[in-house]
């Protein structure tokens, strides 16, 4: 590396056939590189030591290439005075873009504990498919694992995927390969035994989960303007959660769902003394005591009931999800095709229905080799 006291005798035409210099500025450095001058790196900060500029410099070369197609060397990037700070950009993500509520708490804890650590204030245009190797290494040497390190990359794609318009050339991402566990699913006689421990007020409700494989938010959010007993169908479009009423579901798609599928459940769901709560004009079919099914009243009563049925029968633990994959395993077994099962369940691609539930083929496999 050309020291700066040595490139202050060469001629500005030699400094650009070496691809830039630094040089002495008042207290600081600048960097002169292919006819611009720059004062500030790349997060912004001046260049306090002749070390961060020689750094700088060696950015600039890094990003430049003769080859127009393959060039990333943008003047423009670095001379614009509003920051494009990963932390404060990533803050402004996360308050703008609204997702569910479980999904946003876990976007925050990312940036907090992996995000921030790595990225700090840096400019995330810069960020390149070399960088996000290393970040891929560096949460590798924390022991997370391949689903979690998995996740971490789709929250971080998407944050810069908000922001692809101000980004050059959007950056490659590794590929986070991992082996996915087996779904968990439970029999009609294991969901029996926990429903024996229900108590009688709260049995519509968790109906509602295990016979149209509702996620817990949309069963908490059902208003019975959406259970229509004429075209015999519910229409889930709402959704209870962080303590209000949301006119829209995870996937932002309303989907409808056929009553007569679960008898049991619809019995409840005839049931005039569901209809006690009053929230924003719009009654709700499950409630408790006037409340809806919050989070802080239906997971202590299935926890309790699943803890009764574990001292009675040995039942394995089961959770609110599982009671709701389960019944989507059953609609499988008795031969529902995957297409159907994705518009039930409402996913919002036929990939994620087949990796979870295109296996539930092997016990038709088992009657056939039988046969």
């Not at 919002?348 to 229905?353: D, G, H, K, N, V």
């Amino acid at each position: 590396m050309i020291r700066s006291n040595i490139l202050s005798f060469i001629s500005m035409e030699g400094v650009d056939e070496m691809k830039g210099g630094v040089y002495r500025h008042r207290k600081s450095f600048r960097v002169y590189f292919r006819g611009d001058w720059f004062t500030k790196d790349e997060h912004g900060r001046p260049f306090k030591a002749e070390f961060y500029a020689h750094s700088f410099l060696n950015l600039l070369n890094a990003l430049y290439d003769p080859n127009p197609a393959k060039n990333r060397y943008d003047p423009k990037k670095f001379k614009d005075r509003t920051p494009y700070r990963f932390d404060e950009a990533f803050v402004l993500y996360l308050d703008r873009k609204e997702t569910d509520s479980s999904w946003q708490k876990l976007k925050k804890y990312m940036w907090q504990n992996y995000f921030m650590p790595f990225f700090a204030n840096q400019d995330f245009r810069t960020i390149d498919q070399i960088q996000l190797e290393g970040f891929q290494k560096w949460l590798e040497e924390k022991k997370l694992k391949g689903k979690t390190i998995k996740n971490i990359f789709t929250a971080l794609h998407g944050f810069l995927n908000h922001y692809r318009s101000s980004i050059g050339c959007f950056p490659t991402f590794p590929s986070c390969s991992y082996q996915r566990p087996k779904i968990k699913w439970f029999t009609e006689k294991e969901i029996d035994q926990v429903f024996e421990f229900l108590k009688e007020e709260d049995k519509g409700y968790f109906w509602a989960i295990r016979g149209y494989a509702l996620r817990p938010e949309e069963a908490s959010g059902l208003l019975r303007s959406a259970v229509n007993f004429e075209t015999m169908e519910i229409t889930i479009s709402t959704v209870f959660a962080d303590g209000r009423m949301k006119p829209r579901t995870k996937t932002n798609s309303e989907r409808a769902i056929p009553l007569e599928i679960c008898p049991d459940a619809l019995e409840y769901l005839k049931c005039g003394d569901a209809i006690t709560h009053q929230a924003e004009n719009s009654i709700l079919v499950f409630s408790s005591h006037g409340r809806p099914y919050s989070p802080h009243i239906r997971e202590p009563r299935w926890r309790d009931a699943m803890k009764q049925a574990q001292t009675k029968y040995g039942t394995r633990n089961m959770t609110l999800r599982d009671l709701r994959h389960s019944a989507a395993t059953h609609w499988r077994l008795r031969k529902v095709p995957l297409d159907i099962i994705r518009r039930l369940l409402g996913h919002t691609s036929q990939e994620m229905t087949d990796r979870f539930y295109a296996d539930v083929d092997l016990h038709q496999v088992v009657e056939m080799v039988r046969k």
